[in-house]
């Protein structure tokens, strides 16, 4: 069964940069549109970032010019470079394909907070 694996959250200050991981397994990682969604506490997920398998990108209004997602195919993971980090930013980044077609894996807590 394929899985992700998300890592690299953590607490940071306003104005902070983060990068985040995300893993998953399974040999057809390269065909996928994968995406970076989050959730906030109270609030639905949301897809903030999504880039294709040749590397075509789109962002959320309220993280672009902020946030990079980027992917190496060779090794099964997608990227998620935060940087101008905003309390508003805080909540729990979840990868997924573009269409959620993937198990849910546990997520990474971004807070930003000083």
């Known amino acids: 069964q394929v899985q992700t694996v998300e890592s690299g959250g953590g607490l940071v200050q306003p104005g902070g940069s983060l990068r985040l991981s995300c893993v998953v397994s399974g040999s057809i990682f390269r065909l996928y549109v994968m995406g970076w969604y989050r959730q906030a506490p109270g609030k639905q997920r949301d897809l903030v970032a999504r880039?294709?398998?040749?590397?075509?990108?789109n962002y959320a209004n309220s993280v672009k010019g902020r946030f990079t997602i980027s992917r190496d195919n060779a090794k099964n993971t997608v990227y998620l470079q935060m940087n101008s980090l905003t309390p508003d930013d805080t909540a729990v980044y979840y990868c997924?394909?573009?269409?959620?077609?993937?198990?849910w894996g546990q997520g990474t807590q971004v807070t930003v907070s000083s």
């Open positions: 880039i294709t398998s040749g590397g075509l990108t």
């Open positions: 997924n394909t573009a269409g959620s077609d993937l198990p």
